[in-house]
């Protein structure tokens, strides 16, 4: 007997309706809002319908406001960020699994660890090794007693300091810090056959060409799908380019766009350029999730196995 399922389509439907209508509709009011003109917004407030004023508001974006170079920087912390992390989550990973490291089960714990531990917690100490890249050095050397015999010894004690606030190294640095990618690099490792390598060895393939002609291909979705979460983490990141970042040439779009909202009380702030702005920054990450879409879903399904 064939059960009839039609009410269950049905429901399912409607479930799912409910769900596009819950996700566009707020993307269909700053599209709306983006449209109108600020005039036209003090007057009738948000607007459900379109208007004619996009391109003006975006005109706006790009003549009154640096959102264009904070773009620029946005992109450049979000690709360094995704390359840097999963460069470093590949060799990681691949020690950990392929090699016989006595310890490798406390490193991957402790890379885990910084999961537990993400960015906006250490935000402080972040900020403060960032000011000076150079202090643990230095609170060894005090706590050890060795600058006491550095000073007597050439009369001074050894105080390095460099700071990398305001770099785009010192916005990209912290955000590599994670143990996410080991995590899905490793999953996907275990899933291998465990002869790979040794079929590999005995083909004459040393690690660095087993890594580079063999285990790098078959990560191609995997490496696909961390690049893209890594860049999108990057792109939306608020709370350290607020931190590490004090000039506006320096922040990123985020923060820009949080900027246009004036300070001062009783002044009504611009949403229809404000949303123009959101429309802007948001071309960038749909564009990436459009195009990888495919690599993305593909390397998490293979790294669940």
Known sequence: MIENARSINIVA???LAIGMIY?????????????????DMLRNGLAWYPGDQLFVNMGKIFTETRIPIQMFNSLIVAFSNAVATCVLSLLSAYAIVY??????????ALILATIMLPLDIRVITTY???????????????????????????????????????TH??????????????????????????????AARMDGAGP??????ILLPLSRPSFAALFVLTFLSGWTQYLWPLVGASTPDMQTAVVGLARLVPDADGQVPNFPMIMAGAVLVSLVPLTMIALLQRFLVQGLVLSEK
């Open 169 to 198: 190294f010192g916005l990209v640095a912290p955000l590599v810090a994670h143990g996410t990618g080991t995590f899905l690099f490793r999953q996907f490792f275990m899933t291998l056959p465990k002869d790979l390598f040794k």
């Open 23 to 39: 996700i566009v509709g707020p993307l269909y009011l700053t599209l709306s809002t983006a449209s109108q003109s600020f005039e």
């Open 128 to 166: 403060q090794v960032a000011a000076n890249i150079f202090s643990p050095l230095n609170a060894v050397l005090d706590v050890t007693g060795l600058n006491d015999v550095i000073a007597s010894l050439f009369g001074a004690p050894v105080h390095l300091e460099v700071s990398v606030l305001d």
């Open 13 to 15: 439907g409607i479930i």
């Open 99 to 108: 090699f016989r490291i006595r310890w490798a089960g406390v490193a991957f």
């Open 208 to 213: 660095i060409r087993f890594l580079i002609d």
